[in-house]
Nanobody, 123 residues
Framework: QVQLVESGGGLVQAGGSLRLSCAAS????????LGWFRQAPGKERDFVAG????????YTADSVKGRFTISRDNTKNTVYLQMDSLKPEDTAVYYC????????????????WGQGTQVTVSS
């Protein structure tokens, strides 16, 4: 059983930055994938970025490419999402998700989820 704990959300003005963290505990390993998803009110949960703890299979959604960067610290079993040039449309609850295998963009393929962290971008 893998547990995921997110942190780092908050309120920021448009153009600002935030960094989200996702700490994984339990049986992971280099083949384990961690992904970030977000869900705005009334909308579906969308893939943002993800990577395997090996550093391979790194993907970023087109909507955030060039603004968001995913990285990892294997010594802490933690994945980060650096979010720059934030826009009001980035406002959502951001979730960390985990699965054994390569990174995918489909939420239903992940079997471990964090509690979510709110990101609010004011205009």
């Amino acid at each position: 059983q893998v547990q995921l704990v997110e942190s780092g959300g908050g309120l920021v003005q448009a153009g600002g930055s935030l960094r989200l963290s996702c700490a994984a505990s339990g049986r992971t390993g280099s083949s384990y994938a961690l992904g970030w998803f977000r869900q705005a009110p009334g909308k579906e949960r969308d893939f943002v970025a993800g990577m395997n703890l090996s550093g391979r299979h790194t993907y970023t959604a087109d909507s955030v490419k060039g603004r968001f960067t995913i990285s990892r610290d294997n010594t802490k079993n933690t994945v980060y999402l650096q979010m720059d040039s934030l826009k009001p449309e980035d406002t959502a609850v951001y979730y960390c998700a985990g699965r054994r295998g390569i990174t995918t963009v489909k939420a239903y393929e992940y079997d471990a989820w964090g509690q979510g962290t709110q990101v609010t971008v004011s205009s």
